[in-house]
């Protein structure tokens, strides 16, 4: 049984643990906004990479991805009982973000959506790292601000689940995070300006207008693609040190 320490956190778990049953036909509904980022994703994952995901839920965006080995991870029991029953190829894991006990490092880090959630972001991040080896890319996928009264509004008329509060968080909190984390982001992107889809207007315009100025500021994905900053340690810096000697 996990120790979730903040009523914030607890309400969170109560929310998705009802969810759980449901959600694969929730989601359902609302796939072409998920393909979205899943399509995302896998411009950036190679087939033999391994792959784990922090807050994996019912496991399905993880199903969707590449990758010869996948593991998620989920603080909610039954949606890890869930992916466990829907994806028995893959490995999950009951586990709090803050507090990853898995001993191996892995090609991809995907965050898709889940960052609003955590009490501290910082220490998701801190427990992350342990995950990753020089090479590993870390992928982050959140919601654009611009739309919460969007999404608000669609609460109160059923078109979206209603959900507790989370932390709505910019691109400049995000890349402070992880720097103070010791990760660099070096790629942004936003993308889908319509994320239902309607036949040819949805195309049209998450396909063109979602990359002209003013319009990209509107899309509802963004993604932060970031990579682990190794300090090399003093007693390895004058182990490799080199003097080179002038001929007079």
């Not at 839920?57 to 009982?81: Q, R």
């Not at 070096?186 to 002209?212: E, K, M, V």
Request: net charge positive; with cysteine.
């Amino acid at each position: 049984m996990l120790e979730i320490k903040s009523i914030r956190s607890r309400e969170f778990h109560s929310y998705f643990e009802k969810l759980a049953p449901n959600y694969s036909k929730y989601r359902r509904r609302y796939q072409y906004f998920w393909r979205n980022i899943t399509k995302y994703c896998n411009y950036y994952i190679q087939d033999e990479n391994s792959v784990i995901e922090i807050g994996c839920g019912n496991g399905d965006s993880l199903a969707e991805v590449k990758g010869k080995e996948k593991v998620g991870i989920d603080f909610s029991s039954k949606m890890i009982e869930e992916a466990k029953k829907n994806h028995p190829e893959i490995e999950f894991h009951h586990m709090l973000a803050e507090e990853i006990s898995l001993d191996k490092k892995y090609d991809v880090v995907l965050l898709t959506g889940v960052l609003g959630y955590f009490d501290n972001v910082l220490d998701v991040l801190n427990s992350i790292k342990k995950l990753c080896h020089s090479r590993t890319r870390i992928i982050i996928s959140y919601y654009n601000h611009f739309w919460e009264p969007i999404l608000r509004f669609g609460e109160l008329f059923g078109i979206k689940k209603r959900s507790p509060r989370k932390n709505w968080l910019t691109r400049n909190d995000i890349a402070n995070l992880l720097y103070l984390a010791d990760f660099e982001s070096f790629r942004t992107t936003r993308s889908l300006l319509i994320p239902i889809n309607i036949p040819l207007l949805s195309y049209i315009f998450n396909r063109y207008f979602a990359r002209l100025p003013f319009f990209n500021l509107m899309c509802v994905n963004k993604f932060i693609n970031a990579r682990p900053i190794f300090h090399q340690k003093e007693e390895d810096r004058k182990e490799y040190s080199t003097t080179v000697v002038i001929q007079a």
